[in-house]
T-cell receptor, first 115, second 113 residues
Framework: AQKITQTQPGMFVQEKEAVTLDCTYD???????LFWYKQPSSGEMIFLIY??????QNATEGRYSLNFQKARKSANLVISASQLGDSAMYFC????????????FGTGTRLKVLA | DSGVTQTPKHLITATGQRVTLRCSPR?????VYWYQQSLDQGLQFLIQ???????AKGNILERFSAQQFPDLHSELNLSSLELGDSALYFC????????????FGSGTRLTVV
């Protein structure tokens, strides 16, 4: 069965430093996608980055990169040069591309960037 | 503005009542998803529609139902409301391709008193 695990309920990082948010997943599908979303205190959900299971290179989007280790079933989000505005809840999600196509989300990691 | 419109933004109602949450997907998106986010349970997938048809079902209670109309807007109906139904309800839409992720609406905060 699909499962997403985020083991860090909360993290602190100093402004301008890099931070890694952990995500591990479980699936029996060969074809799937991994996503990260940001939820600021205002409540909206913002899509950050996507990694396909067949993508050979790690995804990058500006200051966000996804450290994809398929054999370990991990998809960690790396935020470089943290900014105060990065303080938010971050969710890892997975979608299988067969069967139900539904997304599942992890429980989230609350990141606080310190000035 | 993400392009996904949810109404109302806030809703306060009493136990036992019935409410309808509405979602208009981003232009061109055929899929609509509903999620419930409560403090103790994170984001729970409820149901997905694709071009008017139910595509996938998650942890949706029998008291809850949804539909997607020909104009692609969707409604989530919650009935016999209980205190535990208080949550933020998100609608999201997606394009055919999976790479773009979901586009979420701003959510409807439901408070059952």
């Amino acid at each position: 069965a699909q499962k997403i695990t985020q083991t860090q309920p909360g993290m602190f990082v100093q402004e301008k430093e890099a931070v890694t948010l952990d995500c591990t997943y479980d699936t029996s599908d060969q074809s799937y996608g991994l996503f990260w979303y940001k939820q600021p205190s205002s409540g909206e959900m913002i899509f950050l980055i996507y990694q396909g299971s067949y993508d050979e290179q790690n995804a990058t989007e500006g200051r966000y990169s996804l450290n994809f280790q398929k054999a370990r079933k991990s998809a960690n989000l790396v935020i470089s040069a943290s900014q105060l505005g990065d303080s938010a809840m971050y969710f890892c999600a997975m979608r299988e591309f067969s069967g139900t196509y539904k997304y599942i989300f992890g429980t989230g990691t609350r990141l606080k960037v310190l000035a | 503005d993400s392009g996904v419109t949810q109404t109302p933004k806030h809703l306060i109602t009493a136990t036992g009542q019935r409410v309808t949450l509405r979602c208009s997907p981003r232009s061109g998106d055929l899929s609509v998803y509903w999620y419930q986010q409560s403090l103790d349970q994170g984001l729970q997938f409820l149901i997905q529609y694709y071009n008017g048809e139910e595509r996938a079902k998650g942890n949706i209670l029998e008291r809850f139902s949804a539909q997607q109309f020909p104009d692609l807007h969707s409604e989530l109906n919650l009935s016999s409301l209980e205190l535990g139904d208080s949550a933020l309800y998100f609608c999201a839409s997606s394009a055919q391709t999976a790479r773009g992720g979901y586009t979420f609406g701003s959510g409807t905060r439901l408070t059952v008193v």
